[in-house]
């Protein structure tokens, strides 16, 4: 089964970010062994974790007793490109452009294609462990305003 079905089981849960005061969802257990660097992830133990989402915050994860910085994580490089797709490695500012030439459509049928077949893998590549396909969404919303 695809981490993006709507058979998904994971709870959902909300907490603001003790440094820039951003909503961030919780994060699965697995998603943060995978994402934070050797060592630090040896010292991860069970708990309710959530991630940061803000480019511009420097919290990773973090729980009501630790906190693990950004700059700790694998994916993290200062000054990379917002990401909308990890499992498929499609940028915002890439996905942006195709939006403004009119050919944004095959990219998103792609990663449609990819999803429904049950081949990505946003549990594991996501730091968000969350599924992209609502990032697409929100991203044509926003294009259409402006």
């Known amino acids: 089964m695809s981490c993006c079905s709507s058979n998904s089981t994971s709870k959902k849960m909300r907490q603001d970010c003790p440094e820039c005061g951003g909503s961030c969802l919780s994060v699965a257990l697995k998603t943060m062994l995978l994402h934070v660097q050797f060592p630090g992830n040896q010292h991860i133990t069970e708990g309710d974790y959530f991630y940061c989402p803000s480019m511009e915050c420097n919290t990773g994860y973090f729980s009501s007793s630790t906190f693990i910085p950004k700059q700790q994580l694998r994916a993290f490089k200062p000054h990379r490109q917002k990401m909308l797709c990890y499992c498929f490695d499609i940028s915002e500012s890439l996905y942006l452009s195709a939006l403004e030439s009119g050919v944004s459509e095959p990219i998103k049928t792609f990663v449609v294609r990819q999803t429904k077949s049950g081949s990505?893998?946003?549990?594991?590549?996501?730091?968000?462990?969350?599924?992209?396909?609502?990032?697409?969404k929100r991203r044509e919303k926003s294009y259409e305003l402006t």
């Open 120 to 136: 990505c893998a946003c549990e594991v590549r996501n730091p968000s462990g969350r599924c992209c396909l609502a990032d697409f």
